[in-house]
């Protein structure tokens, strides 16, 4: 019997309302985005604004904690991206953005 994707999943997958924030033109700008998997190692988002393949971004878990990330992949149709964490995040850290916004 296969595996749905999510089964095959090492860690459940949240879905969260975050900020990013990005600089575009010389300017810092604060976006809200929806954030649909987040691990230690990434996260998928949602967003009406086009973040660049390779870009920098940093994610806002917390209002004292910014996560610094690569995007990683773009997809071709939607206005989803993967991003990478420059530094994995610890578990601990993740729990508590996910119980935050519970």
């Known amino acids: 019997m296969q595996k749905l994707a999510d089964e095959r999943r090492g860690a459940p ?4 309302h975050l900020w990013t924030v990005s600089r ?5 700008v604060r976006e809200k ?13 949602r967003s009406a604004v086009d973040f660049a393949l390779h870009g920098s971004v940093f994610l ?4 004292d904690i910014l996560a610094q ?6 997809h071709a149709m ?8 420059v530094q ?3 578990q601990v850290i993740v729990d508590r953005v996910v119980a935050k916004s519970e």
């Open 78 to 85: 939607l206005p989803e991206y993967g991003a990478r964490f």
């Open 88 to 90: 994995p995040l610890t």
């Open 69 to 74: 990330a690569t995007v990683v992949r773009k």
């Open 33 to 45: 985005v929806i954030v649909a998997d987040l691990s230690t190692g990434g996260f998928k988002m």
């Open 13 to 16: 997958r949240h879905f969260l």
């Open 60 to 63: 806002e878990l917390t209002s």
């Open 24 to 28: 575009r033109h010389g300017s810092t």
